[in-house]
């Protein structure tokens, strides 16, 4: 009885609306997101821009991608597990940063059969 | 030693910094280590001086074809040991000293300062899986430049050699908080040409400073040479280590070279 009392309850049903619609909005944030982020690495793709991953840019990135970069210029080339087992933190981490350092235009990433492998674009050799 | 790759870097020059990789080297190599020393120091290279009397041929290959891809990594090394009493061998690796070569480096992009950094790891990596070289000493240029980073990313440890001077106090402190910090790296401090009217006679006062280095610095220091004039004032080329193995200058490097030998900076 008393939960049927509380189905009709006018300040409950205002909550649940009220929750719904912040969870819908919550989605289309969400959305609104993964298609900027998409939409930002289209234009660093078409784009060509090259940002350059030399040792005095590492400082000025966030420590959590930090040490992806620095696993990188290890292993030359790594899937995010690789990553992982570099720096000893997990793979979904791994995965994350370096797709973060992707979007930023400082990684590359290629897909090899199942596997997506990072790394740091080779930069032209100089001639001396 | 766990200490694979160790960079001698400094926030300022004049700290001595060279002398002491010199003949860290020269000490690790006598007691058995294979030992790769390398000049990273390119825009005032000093290796190539120092090692003028050991080294017989023309030198074929210096460390900068390595970088710009003329050579591979076991053709700029060369064998120093040969002449001297030392159980392991010494290795070194020169940065050309003409002002040509340091001009050539000066001129370099970051897109090629992104290509050293992999190269140097590889390099690395090369000594240790196909030379059997056991630790890799690096002999930086000072304060904050690309070469130096370079070499702090792909060092295990870095020791920052400072004097007590205030200034290199103060620039120590900051390289330790926004370099090796920021870059997670293991670092020690290696105070040098502290002055002997400091009057540090007995263990225990040295033992108190340290401490309050330690506190100052928020970092390990691994040593404190006091200023020996005669050091200051012999030839470069001489190689203190291997000529005059029981003076003070090395035996505090010999404390040194037990403490990275112990792995106690590295746990």
Redesign the interface.
């Known amino acids: 009885m008393e939960r049927d009392s509380l189905k009709t309850d006018p300040a409950l049903i205002s909550l649940i609306n009220e929750i719904g619609q912040i969870n819908k909005k919550l989605d289309s944030l969400f959305l609104l997101n993964q298609r900027m982020l998409k939409a930002q690495e289209e234009v660093i793709r078409r784009s060509g821009l090259?940002f350059?991953?030399?040792?005095?840019?590492?400082?000025v990135l966030p420590?959590s991608l930090?040490?992806t970069v620095?696993a990188l210029?290890?292993l030359?080339k790594g899937t995010a597990k690789d990553i992982a087992e570099e720096t000893r933190r997990l793979r979904a981490v791994e995965s994350a940063s370096a797709n973060q350092l992707v979007r930023m235009g400082y990684l590359k990433k290629k897909r090899e059969g199942r596997d997506v492998y990072f790394y740091?674009e080779?930069?032209?050799?100089?001639?001396? | 030693m766990k200490a694979k790759t160790i960079a001698i870097h400094s926030s300022r020059g004049g700290t001595g910094k060279t002398l002491i990789a010199t003949n860290l080297a020269a000490i690790l190599a006598m007691r058995g280590s294979n030992v790769a020393f390398l000049d990273l120091d390119f825009s005032s290279p000093s290796l190539a001086t120092v090692f003028s009397k050991k080294v017989d041929d023309p030198v074929l290959y210096w460390l900068n074809d390595f970088f710009n891809g003329k050579c591979r990594p076991d053709q700029i090394l060369i064998d120093v040991s040969e002449k001297t009493d030392m159980k392991g061998r010494l290795l070194i690796g020169l940065a050309n000293p003409t002002v040509a070569a340091i001009q050539n480096t000066i001129k370099k992009s970051r897109a090629w300062e992104v290509t050293a950094v992999k190269k140097l790891f590889a390099m690395l990596s090369a000594f240790f899986k196909e030379m059997d070289i056991d630790c890799c000493i690096l002999d930086t240029s000072p304060g904050i430049q690309f070469s130096s980073i370079n070499a702090v990313v792909s060092s295990d440890l870095s020791i920052t050699v400072t004097t007590l001077d205030s200034l290199d106090i103060e620039s120590t402190k900051i390289i330790l908080s926004d370099l090796y910090d920021a870059l997670s790296k293991k670092t020690a401090v290696l105070v040098n040409k502290f002055s002997t009217e400091m009057k540090l006679q007995s263990n225990e006062d040295q033992n108190i400073l340290t401490s309050k280095l330690e506190e100052m610095l928020k970092h390990p220091v691994i040593g404190m040479i006091p200023c020996y004039c005669d050091v200051l004032q012999a030839e470069r080329t001489s190689l203190l280590a291997v000529e005059k193995p029981s003076h003070p200058f090395i035996r505090k490097l010999e404390e040194v070279a037990d403490k990275l030998e112990k792995s106690q900076y590295l746990t």
Do not use: G, N, Q, W
């Open positions: 090259k350059e991953l030399d040792s005095m840019t590492l400082l420590a930090r040490k620095m210029y290890k030359e740091i080779p930069a032209l050799e100089l001639k001396e």
